[in-house]
């Protein structure tokens, strides 16, 4: 999977985070969504490949592009014995995130990137469109640290295996009010919190890397995005576990459903018959190989953001893989249609 994808699931990233770079700054968040799900969908479906979205857009009703379940790929076309041997190829889910903080591109705030994870069949957990409970942290503390804990008792757990004062501990958090009470605890353990607007992806991902400054995420955000950190923990090795959050009253500021008891419903409609179950990355992203993808759109503490220049523009990108367990940040030069008058003759 990585010999056959890796390069072009960097490109289908690359080619998102330009198209919603280019609304950076202009206060319009449903405008660069939706051009990054545009850009993300049409590159994607040049892949010679058998993909289904499992987390994406929102239901078919709801979403006309990359919505779940839809088929991607160019042998899921009704021609696709003309390019390629379909049966000869393994079937992929995908989650996608095409502009992971549409508030921050809209605002020109940092942080936001096109992100997506691939498996087989089945190798993705179908998070339905709730909150989860996360908790991220490096790899030296997995399976040390857990999400049943006090965020005190974490934080004490997360400086021996650092080796480092509580003191010099950052945890990320959303800025949320149902955070009040974690962030009011964490401050009073010691560690320092950096409160983000929106995109946790870059926030748990960056747990897993030396030198972000970034060592825990706590709190509660999107589900479906959670299944994405998860995949990228996954193939670095680092703690990651989510729990699901059905209860309106806890998240504060909406929730799909309208009670706690059509929500609980939901899920056993979904298969899941323990809503308090708590996964780990392991679970989310269960699949024999994981790939995960990302590309800045705005500069963040793991890459930089698109950057424009005549003729062309820049981007990094980062590709994590379960089956080589490498991280390779890609740095690329695109070069866009010219006028004829300006090119090399």
Request: proline share 4%.
């Amino acid at each position: 999977m990585e010999t056959t994808l890796g390069l072009e699931i960097i490109e289908v990233v690359e080619q998102a985070a330009i198209a919603s770079a280019r609304w950076m700054g202009k206060g319009e968040k449903n405008t660069a969504d939706q051009v990054a799900v545009e850009a993300m969908r049409e590159r994607m479906n040049k892949i010679y490949m058998r993909g289904r979205i499992v987390i994406g857009e929102g239901e078919r009703d709801e979403a006309p592009m990359l919505y779940i379940g839809e088929e991607v790929g160019i042998c899921t076309r009704e021609d696709a014995k003309t390019y390629c041997n379909p049966d000869e190829l393994v079937e992929i889910d995908i989650a996608v995130d095409p502009c992971e903080g549409t508030n921050l591109v809209a605002y020109g705030q940092n942080g936001s990137m096109a992100v997506l994870a691939i498996s087989e069949k089945g190798g993705l957990f179908a998070a339905p469109d709730f909150y989860m409970k996360k908790l991220a942290a490096p790899p030296v503390a997995k399976n040390h640290v857990d999400i049943n804990k006090s965020a005190t008792d974490n934080l004490k757990i997360l400086s021996e295996c650092m080796n480092r004062s509580i003191e010099e501990l950052v945890v990320v958090v959303m800025d949320r009010p149902r955070h009040k009470e974690l962030i009011q605890e964490i401050r009073k353990a010691g560690a320092r919190v950096r409160l983000i607007s929106d995109g946790d992806v870059n926030a748990a991902i960056s747990c897993a890397f030396s030198g972000t400054n970034v060592h825990c995420l706590m709190g509660i955000g999107a589900a479906p995005e959670g299944v994405i950190s998860a995949a990228a923990m996954r193939c670095m090795g680092g703690h990651f576990q989510g729990q699901l959050i059905y209860d309106p009253d806890v998240v504060k500021t909406g929730l799909i459903g309208e009670s706690k008891e059509s929500n609980i419903a939901r899920l056993k409609e979904m298969g899941i018959n323990d809503p308090d179950k708590v996964y780990n990355a392991e679970e989310l992203a269960s699949g024999e190989t994981v790939l995960f993808a990302a590309s800045g759109i705005t500069p963040g503490p793991l890459m930089e953001g698109v950057r424009f220049f005549h003729g062309g523009a820049r981007t990094q990108s980062l590709v994590i893989s379960s089956q080589s367990r490498t991280a390779r940040f890609v740095d690329t030069i695109h070069m866009f249609d010219q006028p004829k008058s300006l090119q090399l003759r």
